[in-house]
């Protein structure tokens, strides 16, 4: 069958696509930036067809459903504000879309919700959008589960580092209810089955785990299998979901943005009221996964590095003022209709492209940003504080990026190897160039870009570093030149450091470079690191000279 797949390029749906071509299905993945999906190696299959198309945007959405059999709606915009009006318009428009092509069914990822009471904005905004494709005329069926446990995802991450890091917490009551989880492999196991539903199916079925657990048992459950200490829970009543996020902000990789629309599921109890689904689409040959199944699952695949997709993958949508990742980079006063601040840095190395280019490529996340850590630090902090995505949300992937990918408060917009530059990518790229291109999505009175670059010479390579920073208003000018004393300590760090580190490295297989936590042991480690950096640069001197 032909299949759609809006989100390709979210969590489920980065998951679900490959899943579909591999049981032979041709699969149309639906996204607002192709680009993104350049890296990805199940995209470039046969199978695979990539369009440009927004749920928002009528015409593209009758061009993607054209031919198609089956349409998976994986779109969802809570950590937008308004999101609930978002979702309902794009619902409206995707129906209309569907039914106009001709298209045979729906599948729908919504969530969990009681009967006969007051639903939080998060679960009656999912299942507002349920109803709204089981009345379009196109058989639906709506999958509503839990909480989802996989590496990678929202609610799993918030499970994970609340219970890492907090050895004595303090519990409101909404960690009393009940929560029936279920593994990311259980979902995308009913999803690709749903494919085959009978023509006359027309509805929604609860999918869980076999486990149905409070909160503070999950948190329990997941410290045995992780192996920590057991945590000391302190209850406090008067502690509300909206109160709860700001600390979940604080704690964890979710932003608050995030981790309010989750928190305010939480307050209800999400439990299964049937598991129907399984008379249509058997469960897994080896049964559904138990709830330490799945976290150990988890912690397996972020230990071996290997997590397909993370929460953080999905890029939120853009506010129509603002270019798109895919325009051109604003590189002088013309293009942007004003000023453009920029700080430019360029070293000469004797290591090799290939080498410095690695160094570069595995920037940030737990191995830090090679200049005044405890800037950066305090940077991601404050950002979390006005419920930006600080420095927590790391990397997918300790040694390779993609374009789309987050890395900590940036957003890979081009990522470019040196074999693959050249007019078709990037068209001021030098022949066999490096580049590397960051986008800032911290909070800030404007839009920031930072720009690393690797270019091979007889003797060694050239490290081109660009920060650029477009301010709105007086602010924006404000903010650049309060800051912009610290440059040299940030940004002229980097280029020494990154260009040492590449020296120091060269040919010595895993890059040498610890992390920069804080604490007097990460302190000691960085004054070893900065030693060690200090004495390559010194004895590349004495060979120069």
Known sequence: MKCVVTGATGYIGGRLAPRLAAEGHEVRCVVRTPAKMKDIPWAQQDAVEVVAGDVLDEDSMRAACEGAD???????????????????????????????????????????????VRLSEHLASRAEVGEIFLRSG???????????????????????????????????????????????????HYLVGAVDLPADVNRAFDIGGPDVL????????????????????????VLTPRLSSHWVNLVTPVP???????????????VASEHDIDDLVPPPAEGLTSFRRAVDLALTRIREGQVETRWSGANARYAPSDPMPSDLLPSDPEWAGGTVYT??????????????????????????????PIGWWARGVIDRLVGG???RRGRRDEDTLKVGDALDWWRVEECVEGSDAGPRSVPDLEDGEYLLRLRAEMKAPGLAWLELRVAPRPDGSVYRQRAI?????????????VIAPFHVLVFGGMERRIVAAAELTEGSGPLAVPDDGYGPLAALRRRRRDRALRDAEKARSRVGA
């Open 70 to 116: 089956v349409l998976f709606y994986l779109v969802h915009s809570l950590s937008e504000s308004g999101f609930a009006e978002v979702d309902r318009h794009a619902a409206l428009i995707t129906a209309q879309a569907a039914r106009s092509a001709g298209v045979r069914r729906i599948v729908y990822l919504g969530g969990i919700h009681p009967s006969g």
């Open 138 to 188: 196109v058989p639906t069926a709506v999958l509503q589960a839990a909480v989802i446990l996989g590496s990678g995802s929202a609610s799993f991450e918030m499970l994970r580092y609340l219970t890492e890091r907090l050895p004595v917490m303090l519990t409101p009551s909404w960690v009393h209810h009940r929560v029936q989880p279920i593994a990311i492999r259980d979902v995308l």
């Open 214 to 237: 409070t909160y503070l048992q999950m948190m329990e459950g997941f410290a045995e299998v992780a192996g920590l200490p057991p945590r000391r829970m302190l209850p406090v009543p």
């Open 256 to 270: 608050r943005s995030t981790a309010v629309p989750l928190i305010d599921s939480l307050i209800h109890e999400v």
């Open 343 to 372: 700080d430019v840095r360029e070293r000469t190395s004797a290591a090799s492209a290939d080498n410095l280019w690695r160094v570069v490529i595995g920037i940030g996340g737990n191995r830090g940003w090679y200049s005044f």
């Open 389 to 391: 995505v600080g420095l």
């Open 469 to 481: 920073f477009l301010p709105k208003g007086l602010a924006g000018h404000a903010y650049w030149w």
